[in-house]
């Protein structure tokens, strides 16, 4: 079976899982890379990407060379932002088909997971939905993170 991992990282922590769950999957990988992004540190990121997320923005793209039609796997991974999921993905859903998939999504972040796994099953509604799995960065070690990880895509 075909899989893709299809991710957006703003600092890496995404990007450090959605990684690790390709190479355990082994799953081809697309980082979503919006054209024009900002790059702000501290307070000004979250104000940035808090109203990118809550105005629903949908970011223009760096182009792709992957067909998300040709996989019968798909494994979203994306930051949560203002409690819902980072704008890039939101730009992807809009230009892509992705119906009568298997799908799952994986969604890290340093507060609460808000509404993302609710909002994910809603935009993947179409599919069938594998599992989803939050992981809360600044809490534990990386290594518990990593093997929980491991561990949920074992069983997908």
Not at 72 to 100: K, S
């Amino acid at each position: 079976m075909k899989k893709l991992v299809v991710y957006y990282s703003y600092e890496g922590n995404t990007k450090y899982y959605a990684d690790l769950l390709a190479n355990h999957l082994q799953a081809d990988v697309l980082e979503l890379k919006p054209v024009n992004e900002k790059s702000s540190k501290g307070f000004t990121k979250f104000v940035w990407g808090g109203y990118q997320a809550v105005m629903k923005k949908k970011p223009e793209l760096v182009a792709y060379n992957f067909r998300p039609a040709d996989y019968e796997m798909l494994v979203f991974a994306t930051p949560v932002w203002a409690g819902t999921f980072a704008p890039p993905l939101r730009t992807f859903f809009e230009r892509e088909d992705i119906n009568g998939k298997k799908v799952a999504f994986l969604y890290t972040h340093q507060g609460g997971p808000g509404k993302v796994k609710e909002q994910l099953e809603e935009v993947l509604s179409d599919n069938h939905l594998l599992g989803s799995m939050d992981i809360l960065t600044n809490k534990g070690s990386q290594e518990e993170n990593r093997k929980r990880l491991l561990s949920w895509a074992q069983a997908l």
